[in-house]
């Protein structure tokens, strides 16, 4: 296939949004959907997430402090990103990204500091010399400890977790407003782009943390929280249909409509993303993972083949919502403006923006989780577990 087919302006020949613009939104959505499973359990009550809550909590924070890194990287000058907290514009839509980020990383911060206030606690009051002083200017002095201050942060956490919720949502769907608010593409302007992109965001970040309990699980050796387990992958499921389904439907609604857009869109459908979208996207990291867990929910299994189900799931679908992403910002830059030809894009391998800069980026925020639990531990002590599972 010749990588240029049609008729192509000359300014986009070149694809300007590259990899890292894929990675920044599957980055933030990890954020959103890490902690709205956390804010199931403040907030909604759902006690079979109470294991999973401060873990869902932190990766949230971890995966946070990395969503701007692969939008700096693809900045040609990124220090200049400064000037939006200089010189703040607030009809921008993307200095808006740099508000509402601001806000959520000091909810994400105090719900953090809260629930982990006795903790840290313990540990001043177990450390001496330097350890002590460290832990006791990370409380802010404030070493008093007792069933009303205990009651007071469990409070304030509640709070935090459900003013955290709208704020999450608007952080990652401000992505597909910005995407669905270009009406010059014909591939993202949808006044639904705003929705699919928060409940694929909710998705990636339950099968995230599928993914990390039942790796941590096994690498500690220790058991799993079934029922913590089942509930996530019952959310999972339900929101892994919505997500598709209205992804599908807007689909369906232009080729139904017949537009003169829809003519330049089959062509992409069928050439360029036939693959990466029909393929992988839908077929592979969609079907299966839906065949696995409506098997996983509506029959009984053994506990083991449930969590091999489980843990291939969440696999799939991370995959799945990263394709997702890449099917929506590159395959929106395939498309000419003159609906009379497609461009193309390879990324690069060792380039500033290339492949290995971005799993650079997308690991490292898992090696930051893992120091986090060094510091204090995410999951209460189990007892060694008899088999895998």
Not at 108 to 119: G, K, N, Q, S, T
């Amino acid at each position: 296939m010749e990588q240029l087919e049609g008729y192509v302006f000359p300014n986009e020949i070149h694809v300007t949004w590259s990899v890292m613009i894929v990675l920044y939104p599957y980055i933030t959505g990890l954020v959103a959907g890490a902690f709205i499973v956390s804010s199931l359990y403040h907030v909604f009550g759902f006690k079979a997430l109470k294991p999973i809550a401060r873990f869902s909590l932190v990766s949230s924070f971890a995966f946070l402090l990395f969503a701007t890194v692969p939008l700096l990287n693809h900045l040609g000058k990124p220090f200049r990103a400064l000037n939006i907290v200089v010189t703040p514009n607030f009809r921008s839509a993307m200095s808006g990204f740099g508000f509402v980020y601001a806000v959520y990383l000091v909810i994400v911060l105090l719900e953090i500091w809260f629930h982990y206030r006795a903790d840290f606690i313990a540990r001043w009051q177990a450390t001496r010399g330097v350890p002590k002083a460290i832990y006791k200017a990370i409380l802010l002095g404030c070493v008093a400890r007792n069933a009303e201050t205990d009651r007071v942060d469990e409070r304030t956490v509640r709070v935090l977790a459900g003013i955290g919720i709208p704020v999450a949502c608007i952080l990652h769907g401000y992505v597909g407003f910005l995407f669905g608010s270009i009406k010059a593409n014909p591939w993202w302007s949808t006044p639904l782009m705003f929705i699919i992109f928060i409940f694929s965001a909710i998705v990636s970040g339950i099968a995230v943390l599928i993914f990390l309990y039942q790796f941590v699980a096994w690498e500690r050796r220790f058991r799993v929280e079934q029922g913590t387990l089942d509930i996530m992958n019952k959310f999972l499921w339900g929101f892994m249909m919505i997500a598709v389904v209205l992804e599908l439907m807007e689909l369906l609604s232009i080729a139904y409509e017949q537009t003169e857009e829809w003519a330049i869109l089959k062509g992409l459908i069928t050439g360029r993303l036939w693959y990466t979208y029909v393929i992988l996207q839908l077929a592979v990291c969609s079907l299966i993972p839906f065949v696995f867990l409506s098997i996983r929910t509506l029959i009984p299994l053994p506990t083991r083949v449930a969590n091999v189900l489980s843990f291939v799931s969440s696999v799939l679908l991370l995959a799945q919502v990263l394709l997702m992403r890449w099917n929506v910002v590159i395959g929106g830059q395939l498309v000419s403006k003159s609906y009379r030809g497609f461009t193309y894009y390879l990324p690069g391998i060792f380039d500033r923006e290339g492949l290995v800069a971005a799993a650079i980026i997308f690991v490292v925020p898992f090696l930051l989780l893992r120091q986090f639990d060094n510091l204090f531990p995410f999951f209460a002590a189990h007892s060694p577990k008899a088999s895998a599972g």
